[in-house]
């Protein structure tokens, strides 16, 4: 997952543009992927997750990228919106359910 | 539906005094409970989670504690409040076998 505790990378994005969020995760077991979103003030928000046994999800708008030989994992935003702006994460799993959430990435669209 | 319930929104209190943060979720038997703190420009810190009524896992020692007196309620306690302990506390749920937590409103905690 994210590095723990560190303060968070940021992104800056022209309205309109595509994002492009990157996560590295360090435990080649885990099957199971999720991004968060979270809006300031508020409770992270799940936006879409992937199991290990695909290489490409989509929602409406978002597109998660799994790549487990490098065990990189992406999160594209199509049309970027001011809505969008929010802290962005990528929790790894541990055995009880519980994730461990790192510093995020910080989108700003700019308009 | 199921829905979660985490309040007070938000709360300031003076060094040295007690705390309790109560979450209560409906529509759903048996889930998962956390909680979890985030410092301003931080990532989320996982304090405590339960499997079951009775059942807590610490993950950070510290002055918190945690208890689950029935099955979908879950309260966050402190005898003594310390300046650090100021952040946003957030309660999350899952069911077994799901990893997709849903949060809580969150409360916003400042120690003065």
């Known amino acids: 997952g994210e590095s723990v505790g560190l303060h968070l990378p940021t992104l800056s994005v022209q309205e309109g543009d595509n994002s492009i969020i990157n996560c590295a995760y360090s435990?080649?077991?885990?099957?199971?992927f999720i991004w968060y979103k979270q809006e300031s003030g508020k409770g992270p928000q799940f936006i879409i997750d992937?199991?290990?046994?695909?290489d490409k999800r989509q929602g409406q708008r978002v597109t998660v990228l799994l790549n487990k030989t490098v065990k990189h994992l992406s999160l594209q935003i199509a049309a970027t919106q001011p809505g969008d702006s929010a802290v962005y994460f990528c929790?790894?799993?541990?055995?009880?359910?519980?994730?461990?959430f790192g510093s995020g990435t910080q989108l700003t669209v700019l308009p | 539906s199921q829905t979660i319930h985490q309040w007070p929104a938000t709360l300031v209190q003076p060094v040295g005094s007690p705390l309790s943060l109560e979450c209560t979720v409906e529509?759903?038997?048996?889930?998962?409970l956390y909680w979890y703190r985030q410092a301003a420009g931080r990532g989320l810190q996982l304090l405590f989670y339960?499997?079951?009524?009775?059942?807590i896992s610490s993950e950070v020692p510290q002055n918190l504690s945690a208890s689950r007196p029935q099955d979908r309620q879950f309260i966050l306690s402190s005898k003594k409040l310390l300046l650090s302990d100021s952040g946003f506390y957030l309660c999350?749920?899952?069911?077994?076998?799901?990893?997709?937590?849903?949060f809580g409103s969150g409360t916003r905690l400042t120690v003065v």
């Open positions: 929790p790894s799993s541990g055995s009880a359910r519980q994730l461990t």
């Open positions: 999350a749920w899952t069911t077994g076998g799901n990893y997709g937590y849903t």
């Open positions: 992937i199991r290990s046994n695909m």
């Open positions: 435990n080649s077991a885990s099957d199971y």
């Open positions: 529509g759903t038997s048996n889930p998962n």
């Open positions: 339960s499997v079951g009524i009775g059942q």
